[in-house]
């Protein structure tokens, strides 16, 4: 009996230390895209899906709630910009099915008692040629149960190519970002975040801690390499190899170095030309046939092979290196071709200098690491993620 007394005690202890933290833990979650039909084919010189940076516009989305009494977001969550936007109720936006905001969720200001208007239009727009504009406004918003009051957003009226509101969590610009004002609101201890996306099979998807992270998403060390820069997580990628079983290969030459921005905002992994010819070469992928914006295409059935990439981070050969494995890697199914089932690989060529797209590394490879954006330290931290499917459950979260 006074064993069980005396574990109750400590069980008790724990769980007050573990309320008196002063961390936000949200799931983050990826809805399932529409599956191409079976019989579909892919013919040597006609796609039939458009295979593009922005193919699948199934991004990570994140569950926040704004104004008084309290209006449901569904929201995509954006590592690589700075600001929130939410869908007005009976905009263009809404009528004309860029965004599905039954489903989703739009915006009524008049229904807020703590709506302020700024009186000012603004636009946001993204790399991709889409963007919105709208009234900028400040309202309380709640995220993972917690409030944050005079909360700077954006009220889309008008879009172009937008598929969700955003929630933006990179770098501040002119006002604050969600986790900055919880920071500053005293909510959480700084302003740093961690997230777990959990691997391409989880069905619901992974967590964000802001001002902590959870011991248990990823293998220690978590070591931290500075960021480049104060406008986008950038950092410096400096070795990327590839592995068949435990055999390395170094795709990149000795003092190889490319700014590479972590997002969550893009599907795939982008990386230059040349270095993905070298990758697909290895992995037995191919261009699209007649493919002139860098697809790739693999047999579905190469999941199940020994094969991965190794992305090392930071000057020091003792700095940071994830392993993705080639299953993180390939995406949904898109037909056949010459009798064979297809998928699209999760890497895309493209040259910054050339105008095209920056080096990025997106959802397929944010996948296979448990990543800290320390935005008061201006500095990255990678770990390799555990992921076992399991979402929603922090099971030993501290503070950082």
Known sequence: MLNLLGFLAFLALQLCASAAQRVV???????APTPTSSNSTLQRRELSVPLTQAS????????????TPP??????LDTGSRRVWLPAIGSSICSSSLVDCADLGSFDSSESSTFTSSGQTDTIAYSDGSGVTGQVFTDTFRIGGQAVSNQVSLLGKQGTDVHEGVLGIGFPASAPTINHNLAAQGTISSNRYSIHLNSLSSTTGGTIIFGGIDLSKFVAPLLRVPVLGSDLPTVALTRVST????????????????PAILDTGTTLTILPTALVDDIIAVMGAQYYPDATNGVTIIPCSASSRSLSINFHFGSSSAGPTINVPISQLILGGLGTLDGV???QFGLYAS????????T????TFLRSAYVLFDLDGGKIGFAQAVVDGVVGIARNVVEV
Do not use: H
């Open 351 to 358: 040259d910054e200098s050339n105008g095209a797209f920056p």
């Open 360 to 363: 990025t590394l997106g959802e």
């Open 341 to 343: 089932d297809m998928c």
């Open 71 to 76: 209006q449901q977001q569904s929201l995509q």
């Open 243 to 258: 592995l068949k079983g435990r055999v390395p290969t170094v795709q990149t030459g000795a003092g190889y170095s490319e």
């Open 25 to 31: 833990v949200a799931d983050i979650w990826k809805p």
């Open 56 to 67: 699948d516009r199934t991004l990570y989305r994140i569950d926040i709630t704004a104004g």
